[in-house]
């Protein structure tokens, strides 16, 4: 639901929305920003980690991200956001601030966790920070795990600032040439793949897995947050 007419969002918000409001707001990086939101409407809700929420950005404009964190039972939920300062839902993102209120949609999506797998392999770039965290932290102890962010070269730091356990690789001229670069380097047999970020990159990369490193089909689950020339996804 990328876009709705102002009267129609008007008139669903009140019936499907959860209210909350913005109690914090950090600054992790230059362009990346963790907000929490917390709300009684937040509690007791069915939710799977990897699953992602809906936000009205503008009168007309609603973006999903996925939460790094849902505590159900205390009702706090939060969003790393990645501030590209390409569209509303950046602009949006940049300008919470704490006491703000927010309607939030969801949860929803199919993305989850496979608790049965002896290992896990994690792709993804900058937006997938959140979904990584969420998932990585509702994994069954102890665990096989190996993954790789592709970040702006200066950027690594990043994964640190946010408690992902995986290995930051600097973007080169293409989206995607350095997670395939350090495919070729690691690969965890018997795992299941996370691939999520560019829609692009996820195709290469699902290529890769399944000619050169044998991965089994059912093995391999995405989610393109976004493409190139596209909005909304």
């Not at 876009?3 to 707001?25: D, G, I, Y």
């Not at 920070?129 to 096989?144: E, H, K, N, V, W």
Request: aromatic share 8%.
């Amino acid at each position: 639901m990328p876009e709705m007419p102002a009267v129609l969002a008007n008139t669903l918000m009140p019936w499907f929305a959860k209210p909350s409001h913005v109690s914090r707001v950090e600054t992790l990086a230059p362009g990346l920003r963790r907000v929490r939101f917390e709300g009684a409407s937040l509690r007791g809700v069915s939710y799977e980690a990897g699953q992602e929420v809906e936000f009205r950005v503008s009168p007309t404009e609603f973006r999903h991200y996925t939460p790094s964190l849902w505590d159900v039972e205390s009702g706090v939920l939060e969003v790393v956001f990645y501030l590209h300062g390409q569209g509303p839902g950046s602009a949006w993102a940049e300008a919470l601030e704490p006491g703000d209120a927010v309607d939030i949609l969801g949860p929803g999506g199919r993305l989850s966790v496979d608790a049965d797998a002896p290992a896990h392999l994690f792709l993804g770039d900058e937006t997938c920070l959140g979904l990584f965290q969420a998932m990585i932290r509702a994994l069954p102890s102890p665990l096989r795990l190996l993954g790789a962010v592709e970040v702006a070269p200066g950027a690594e730091d990043w994964l640190a600032r946010t408690g992902v356990p995986l290995t930051a690789v600097a973007r080169r001229a293409s989206r995607g040439e350095a997670l395939s670069a350090w495919l070729e380097q690691n690969v965890l047999p018997g795992a299941t793949c996370y691939l999520a970020g560019h829609a692009g990159s996820i195709v290469a990369l699902r290529k890769q897995l399944l000619e050169r490193h044998g991965c089994a089909r059912r093995s391999l689950r995405s989610k393109a947050y976004w493409a190139d020339g596209k909005r909304g996804l």
